[in-house]
């Protein structure tokens, strides 16, 4: 059959309000090869930048449109219009008359032919961490400020002209490598090569202490391209002083440069032990990282992790490569994947700290409880109901509901496509649906709750009813290893997941004789140091839990295992 070029119209009704519309065409340039992505179209009220890097969630965020574009080439336009779902305004037509930087984008899509016998088309992730405005590889137009008419009849023209450019690879240093592997469990499930990363910072003396072996530390956590709070170099003198609107902070830029200096002369001091801290690079076609588990949509992350990643990182860099001698650590994502990888894999780690966890107890999954709301979006009366809140500022404020914040996901790609937080949890926690992608745990335009996919949520991967399901059989491998701290202002209220988890904890028997800690008032992330702001822990999770691990493996190592080889000044 021939190939056709497919035209996207959002809406036929000749009733339909008056809205503009918008011709999306690839430029000449890219030839005539078919693609398939995600078309976003973009307006802006301000041109300080282009408007793909405006799109975010809550008030401040400019407007995006998204429809699905497949087997779109430089012939015939995508046609968008009518009521095409959009965010923050929901459609085309709620545009008002007026002045716009207008700009398009699509984010281009490989077909996956995967192990389970589904074929999902997805966004693989190009070395940017899945970010789908600087995404190499991604065509997207000129910006350009027109006049938009809802009334008027004439199209808006726009040609994807250009193409974001390959990301250079970090250069290793004397302290800082990175490696590569290509990941056999994983190629086997995507049914194409996949890899696994690693940024690996090396303790001082590596090269001169060639009998040494290290414990391994892991920093769980997003997707990063390096090891970016370990400088080498004094803070620039020169840096041009930049705000924090998250911490209402000014010249934040530079207090990152100081804190990293600061990490780098602590880390090549004579006191500090000789670990080797690894971040693991786990991006994948859903999320810029796996968290680190097993999971029927990702596939076996979590093994590939344990079994082929960490043996090689071990053998390269001389690690101990013993349970004893393995600790993690990580906030928010990284704490959510630390606890888990510490549950999951007990035997293989003598510790977890786990700073402001994604939720660990579902029954506060943010303002949800899976298991007893019927909708996700509104708490519900018999005759009122309340939009929930997905965010809040440190005075309590909600900053986005629940129902906004999705409906961003899903403008920004449908079937869990949008590379943002409530898809990747959809993506880990559910069984594959009927046509491969993510089974929903609640509508996304709704908000109803799926109660079967809660359950399969319920049995795999709810740490605390996991915890209190296996208890006896945990115990003994957990004991001592379980830290955990939360804000009790945390933005996206993952606090009431913790307090749930302690709760079951203090109770345990045989006692799981760790810690559960809250910064009072704190937001997302406080990580247990109460002499500091956020601003300034975040930047020191290398150094915090360093005695713990000390003292832990001293007190827990078996007998002739090496506690001295690492201790060199």
Not at 79 to 87: E, N, P, R, S, T
Not at 153 to 170: F, G, Q, W, Y
Not at 183 to 202: I, N
Not at 445 to 462: C, L, S
Request: glycine share 8%; with cysteine.
């Amino acid at each position: 059959m021939p190939r056709i070029s497919f035209v996207f119209l959002a809406c036929l009704c000749t009733f339909a309000s008056a809205a503009p519309t918008f011709e999306v065409r690839v430029g000449d340039q890219f030839g005539t090869h078919p693609l398939d992505g995600r078309l976003l179209l973009m307006l802006s009220t301000s041109g300080d930048q282009e408007p793909r890097f405006q799109i975010s969630e809550g008030v401040k965020s400019q407007q995006v449109f998204g429809v699905d574009a497949e087997g779109i080439d430089s012939g015939r336009p995508v046609v968008i219009q009518g009521d095409v779902l959009g965010y923050p305004l929901e459609s085309l037509s709620a545009v008002p008359a007026g002045d716009y930087f207008v700009q398009a984008l699509l984010h281009k899509y490989e077909t996956f032919k995967r192990s389970d016998g589904h074929t999902v088309k997805l966004p693989m992730d190009r070395g940017e961490g899945q970010h789908w405005n600087r995404a190499p590889g991604n065509l997207y137009s000129t910006p350009v400020k027109v006049h938009v008419d809802p009334a008027s009849n004439t199209p808006i023209r726009i040609t994807l002209d250009k193409e974001i450019p390959p990301i250079a690879k970090p250069k290793d240093t004397s302290y800082v490598k990175h490696i590569q592997i290509q990941s056999k469990l994983l190629s086997d499930f995507w049914g194409r090569p996949m890899e696994l990363g690693a940024v690996v910072l090396l303790p001082k003396g590596f090269d001169e202490h060639p009998e040494a072996r290290y414990p391994l530390v892991i920093n769980h956590g997003h997707f990063e391209a390096t090891f970016g709070e370990f400088r080498e170099e004094p803070p620039d003198p020169n840096l041009k002083p930049e705000y924090s609107e998250r911490f209402k902070m000014e010249g934040y830029n530079r207090i990152q440069q100081q804190l990293a200096h600061q990490f780098f002369l602590d880390w090549t001091g004579p006191d500090f032990p000789r670990f080797v801290i690894v971040k693991i690079q786990h991006a994948n076609p859903f999320y810029d990282d796996s968290y680190a588990v097993n999971s029927a949509n990702l596939g076996p992350y979590g093994d590939a992790i344990m079994t082929e990643l960490l043996p090689e990182i071990e053998k390269r860099f001389r690690c101990i490569g013993q349970g004893w001698a393995r600790f993690t650590y990580g906030g928010s994502t990284g704490g959510w994947e630390a606890l888990a990888v510490q549950m999951f894999y007990p035997d293989d780690f003598n510790g977890c700290f786990a700073a402001c966890p994604d939720p660990i107890d579902f029954r506060a999954y943010g303002t949800v409880n899976i298991y007893k709301d019927q909708n996700a979006y509104f708490a519900q009366g018999p005759w009122a109901r309340v939009p929930r809140p997905a965010t809040r500022d440190g005075n309590g404020v909600a900053t986005c509901s629940l129902e906004e914040t999705n409906r961003r996901e899903l403008v920004l790609g449908t079937r869990g496509r949008s590379g943002d937080q409530w898809d990747i949890w959809e993506a880990v926690y559910s069984p594959v649906g009927p046509d491969g992608y993510p089974a929903r745990i609640w509508d996304k335009r709704t908000g109803v709750i799926d109660p079967r996919v809660a359950a399969y949520w319920k049995e795999n991967y709810d740490l605390r009813a996991i915890l209190e399901r296996d208890w006896q059989v945990l115990a003994p491998k957990l004991r001592g290893k379980i830290h955990i701290y939360a804000g009790t202002m945390d933005n996206y209220f993952l606090n009431n997941a913790v307090v749930l988890m302690e709760e079951f904890l203090k109770k345990t028997n045989p006692p799981y004789e760790g810690l559960v800690d809250y910064g009072c008032n704190a937001e997302h992330c406080w990580n247990g140091d109460p002499a500091n702001p956020n601003a300034i822990s975040r930047l020191r999770y290398h150094q915090l839990y360093v005695d713990t691990m000390v003292k832990r493996m001293q007190e827990t190592a078996p007998k002739g295992a090496d506690l001295t080889s690492w201790r060199y000044r």
